[in-house]
Nanobody, 121 residues
Framework: QVQLVESGGGLVQPGGSLRLSCAAS????????MGWYRQTPGKQRELVAGITSGGRSNYADSVKGRFTISRDNAKNTMYLQMNSLKPEDTAVYYCNADVSSKSGSPTRRYWGQGTQVTVSS
């Protein structure tokens, strides 16, 4: 089994910053793509940013220029630096990872439990 644990959420004022972390542990041989999603009540979960094992990243238009995704492959950890936060960034943020548990096996997508980010004055 593989576990993903997010941390770093909280309450921040508009214009502020937060850094989310997502640590993967368990039966991990390799991690391919990883990503951050967010969800608000009554809406579908949406992609915020994704990153490949080689470090290529992509972002939702709404966060380009404000958020930066990164990963430390040696630590099986991914980060999301969020700057210039806006009230509309308020959501539960989830991380995911496509993990292979042994050599030659297909990847399986795992999700974290989510961390709340609230942007409010």
């Amino acid at each position: 089994q593989v576990q993903l644990v997010e941390s770093g959420g909280g309450l921040v004022q508009p214009g502020g910053s937060l850094r989310l972390s997502c640590a993967a542990s368990g039966r991990i041989f390799s991690i391919n793509a990883m990503g951050w999603y967010r969800q608000t009540p009554g809406k579908q979960r949406e992609l915020v940013a994704g990153i490949t094992s080689g470090g290529r990243s992509n972002y939702a238009d709404s966060v380009k220029g404000r958020f930066t995704i990164s990963r430390d492959n040696a630590k099986n950890t991914m980060y999301l630096q969020m700057n210039s936060l806006k009230p509309e960034d308020t959501a539960v943020y989830y991380c995911n990872a496509d993990v292979s548990s042994k050599s030659g096996s297909p990847t399986r997508r795992y999700w974290g439990q989510g961390t709340q980010v609230t942007v409010s004055s």
